[in-house]
């Protein structure tokens, strides 16, 4: 459940990117559902490729995150579809402070800057402005919410995605739709 929020919301951060094109997180959804389905890894070669097919890209970031004793990482590995290779990559660590998924969800906007930069740097791309305040919700249980009303939304299930947005709001007053 958090890796689906983790990934929604690094998909909120890197939207208005000058340098890369994101895939909505809800097509995201779509092809990765069918494959996860099939009993395969959603980080697999097969899977970039579809990725990177469906979205006319040659790389796909792949964002994992993990704890080793408490110090937590989030990366993003810069996966060439065509090459079949990893060829970069960003990283964010931290102490444990709080909950992990707070802590985690807190690591998000620096791992976003960083895969922002990477791409940048690889041609005479713009400067990355951070996603106005307010249009993340702040907390993990206000994001959580978000992406249980979006994933809702998507399937078609309009009543549960209200709620679930308006438990969003509740969570996180500060945060607009």
Do not use: C, W
């Amino acid at each position: 459940k958090f890796r689906h929020t983790f990934t929604q919301m690094l998909v909120l951060d890197l939207t208005e990117s000058p340098n890369i094109r994101v895939l909505p997180y809800e097509r995201l959804l779509d092809i990765t559902r069918g494959i996860e389905a099939k009993g395969k890894d959603i980080s697999s070669p097969e899977v970039i490729e579809a990725l990177a097919n469906y979205s006319n890209s040659q790389f796909v970031v792949v964002p994992i995150m993990f704890a080793v004793g408490n110090t937590l990482l989030v990366q993003a590995g810069f996966r060439d579809a065509i090459a079949g290779e990893t060829v970069g990559g960003t990283k964010v660590e931290r102490a444990l402070s709080g909950s992990a998924e707070e802590t985690f969800y807190s690591m998000l906007g620096e791992l976003a800057g960083g895969i922002q930069q990477h791409f940048k740097d690889m041609g005479r791309g713009e400067d990355y402005r951070p996603r106005p305040e307010g249009s993340r919700p702040k907390t993990v249980a206000a994001a959580l919410h978000l992406t249980e009303g979006r994933n809702a939304s998507a399937q078609g299930n309009y009543a549960q995605a209200l709620t679930s947005f308006q438990l969003a709001v509740n969570e996180d007053p500060g945060f607009a739709l």
